[in-house]
């Protein structure tokens, strides 16, 4: 639920602005779905947990990101 907070933010700061029903339906049907994957081990359509009108997602500031070189011992 986080990435989708901080696509919300992120998409704000863009000035993009009109789609916070959707994404909010959107995240909360994807947790639905993953939680009864993860309960069932059945995959079945994801529009069975698409509801409108979920709680409506609060922006989640991004953390700070400082870029670093990673060396990686076992590539070729």
Known sequence: MRESQRAL??????????FEEWLSDWA????RYLEHFYRTGERVDFKRFWREGSPLLVPLSIPPFTPMKFVSRYSF
Do not use: H, M, N, Q
């Open 9 to 18: 933010k992120l998409f704000r700061d863009a000035g993009v602005a009109g």
């Open 28 to 31: 909360a049907a994807d947790w």
